[in-house]
């Protein structure tokens, strides 16, 4: 099977390098981390995105043209994000951003491409005044955050994803469903952990459930580093179970922790989290102690499984990242990092890469911002191969909002179809 | 080291003031930095309330919580700012910076739509200075602002802690100037000290080692010194040469003094002669009160058989009384060569002294003959002592008879003689007046009457144990101080055959 995989593999290489396309390349700008506590989540939106691209380009690209990423490491520092910002807008090359990863980065972005998306006098005279609208586009970023998705930002941005909103509101329902009505919130202290804060906070009062106890935790914080403190503050208030906004590192940590302190309550996390090394770091800290850190956990998703071969999008997803294994510049690559195989996050990241050549594709020879809004705004019910049509308009950037909810069964995350059991 | 013993007490006095001014400025300088950074802090922390506050309403009637979230994580970066909340109007935080939580300080505030400020201890952040900023009036909400109070604190530390590094700094350039200084004074002071060691080390001869030029032409009190000390060298050293050849004068004189009392001593005849054959004993010795002295005795044997004897004492004492002795008793000796007459020969030496006695010095003279075989004594005395008649087991008689005017006073003073019979065993005892006017430390004179006790007590012996005794008694009488006077003693025994003993 294996030798057949690869045999196959050469043959469509061999193939796609006869059609490779060598026009004048089509360059997208992303900035993420590839280094600090959340370079996974970079890595891999980023490899998802490379694989579809390279098959793209392999088959003869955009009208001949080759799609590059110009990929840029911001640490997951929102100045970093808004310095890389700078340096695409004052590309001419760059023709929009993409991919980028972060709601406390991309938060601070955003007014930036409000304010640098402006009118344009193109021609004064005593006659006529000509304008035109110099738009900056930011097409599917990695984060559910909901100044994207609601003014004044949200015409700048295009959404494929669901947002946190619909995340907590998917957990929160869960947890009332099976009678889990006392909810703590474990969140990063920025706006991505506001974001799920706010989020669960206006799921609550939808299915009577209440928050009784939130504690925060330092953005960047390691996996080395306690929880102890916040694990005691939500362990006082009795909750039923605790929903966790924050990266994979701290994430978990927090449970290593609350398990450590014999809390046994489900422990949410955001798609945001990177659930296979959130997963990693959990079997290997399970293994050096001789626990079980990844029972009751329950991890929201906002694509399908990568494992589900009934869609047509994650046969190719597989095969793409079989053939092409994408690999960061080396400029931005981290040597401690060992890429995943398949991951929910690299999977995204493909769906977003396949709209943006579909968008891109259909704009045609003019991709100024305002064509691509146009292009944008028209698609309906486009099938992505996820079993979900995906469709947006001049007042809905939105391009998804359905939620996977998903648990670790056998070290990897199947669909949860069960309400969640407590661990142990 | 007087250098360094000068540098201690500048030193001391430095860390004094040094000291003094160090806590002066640090007191000056840390009230002063904490007001104005008070103010700069609480101005920085109303700023930003402020600026939250009017943009914050806006994002909370359009129900974003991350960017406000987003926009007091930008002003929580801030350095100072420890912490930044909004909080809706229903009393919920809707965002803030605290981790892990909100502390339990904060969690229940008074607010009435007016800008407060508040010193707040906030646990897990430290002092605060807390500041209240309502929005719309406190309608629509309230912004906290937290300014680190520690943060002011530290900055007064290291702002104190740099102004002492530059205290100390200049303390020790001080430190280095002043030892300069100190040392540049002491050099002198020093190489005085040195110098005057040096002076009495070499015993205050010349030769030492001088003071340096630079030194005594400094114009400062030191040169002053310097100068005194050089001076006062010069003086010390001349004086102690002067001393010295004055010491040297005087041992030479002392040993011609010396000579001379072996002259003088030369010219009388030693006492306790032999007198073979005839029945004579005698014996003679005199004590000057210092090297050479006034008196005198002599005595010889005639080739007829008489005893020549005298006893004598010059007026004065030392070399002119004892040239004077000398030139006397020589008279009186070549006088009896050529004259068995006592008066004669008084009265020839008489006219002999007198004749150009500018000095006005005299001398009294006992002299006689003792004819050995018979006792018959001629004698004639020129103003001395009366000798003592001394006979054993009686009382001493003094010879009254015969008592002329004393010698070199007049020269034409008759002399007259006198004879007395010596009873065998009977004895002649002559002295001076060194004798009986020898006197113990009260002043009490020895006087004849202890004179005449020894005469009766050791008459039995030879004329030198009676001799002995007198001038041991004179010599215990008068104590450890010198003689005052010459003394002189002579005793002469007639002993013919068959005398006791």
Known sequence: ?424 | MPGSRLFRKTLAVMVVLFGIISVATSLLYGGELHRSMRAEYESKGRAIGQSISDAGVELLLNRDVETIQATIDQYAEIPGVSYVAVQESDDTLIAHTFVPEVPAALRELARDGEVRLLELPVEGIGDTLHITTPMLGGVAGHVYVGMDLGVIRARIWSGVLRLQLLIGALFLASVGVASLLVRRIARPLVRLAEHTRALSAAGFEAGGPPLDAATLAAKDEVGDLARSLDGMSHELRDSIERLRQATAARERLESELRIAREIQMGILPKGEPHFPNLPLRLDASVHPAREVGGDFYDFFLTEDERLYFAIGDVSGKGVPAALFMAVTATLLRNAARGSADPARILAQANRELSRDNDSGMFVTVFLGFLEARTGRVSYCNGGHNPPYLVTAGAAPRAIEDGRCALLGWASETAYRASELVLAPGQSLFLYTDGVTEAHDPSGALFTERRLEALLVRDTAGPPATLTAAVLRAVDAFAGAGPPADDVTVMALRFEPEGAAP
């Open chain 1, 1 to 424: 099977m294996r030798r057949l995989v690869v045999a196959l593999g050469l043959a469509l290489g061999l193939g796609a390098r006869a059609n490779a396309a060598e026009g004048e390349p089509i360059v997208i700008g992303m900035s993420a981390a590839f280094s600090g506590p959340s370079a996974a989540l970079g890595i891999e939106v980023y490899r998802g995105a490379q694989a579809y691209f390279a098959a793209v380009n392999a088959a003869g690209g955009i009208d001949g043209q080759p799609v590059v990423i110009r990929a840029l490491d911001d640490r997951y520092d929102p100045e970093s994000a808004v310095e890389n910002t700078l340096r695409f807008l004052d590309d001419t090359d760059v023709v929009v951003l993409f991919n980028y990863v972060g709601t406390p980065t991309v938060t601070r972005v955003l007014p930036l491409l409000k304010l640098k998306s402006r009118a344009e006098m193109l021609l004064d005279t005593d006659f006529f005044k000509l304008w035109t609208q110099r738009d900056i586009l930011l097409f599917f970023a990695f984060t559910g955050a909901q100044p994207l998705r609601e003014p004044p930002y949200g015409d700048f941005v295009f959404n494929l994803r669901a947002s946190y909103r619909d995340e907590t509101d998917a957990l929160v329902r869960h947890f009332a469903a099976s009678g889990r009505r006392r909810i703590g919130v474990f969140y990063q202290a920025d706006a991505y952990g506001r974001s799920g804060w706010d989020g669960v906070r206006r799921a609550l009062p939808r299915y009577r459930a209440a928050l009784v106890a939130e504690a925060t935790y330092r953005r960047g914080a390691g996996f080395g580093e306690s929880f102890a403190r916040q694990v005691d503050i939500l362990r006082r208030a009795e909750p039923d179970a605790v929903i966790a906004v924050g990266s994979y590192a701290a994430c978990a940590g927090f449970v290593r922790d609350a398990r450590d302190a014999g809390l046994r309550i489900p422990i949410a996390n955001l798609s945001f989290v990177g659930s296979e090394n959130l997963l990693a770091y959990l079997r290997d800290a399970g293994e050096r102690r001789g626990r079980d850190y990844t029972r009751g956990l329950v991890n929201a998703q906002v694509v399908p499984s990568y494992e589900d071969l009934s869609l047509p999008a994650v046969v190719t997803y597989r095969e793409h990242m079989a053939r092409h294994d994408p690999r960061p510049a080396p400029e931005l690559a981290t040597p401690t990092y060992r890429p995943l195989p398949y991951s929910f996050a690299g999977f995204e990241g493909y769906l977003n890469a396949k709209l943006l050549t579909e968008i891109l594709r259909r704009a045609g020879d003019a991709r100024s911002p305002a064509r691509l809004r146009e292009v944008a705004e028209d698609i309906r019910a486009l099938d992505l191969g996820i079993g979900t049509p995906v469709g947006f308009s001049a007042h809905d950037h939105q391009g998804l909002d359905r939620v996977y909810l998903t648990t670790v069964e056998e070290d990897r995350f199947v669909p949860l179809h069960e309400p969640a059991v407590a661990a142990e």
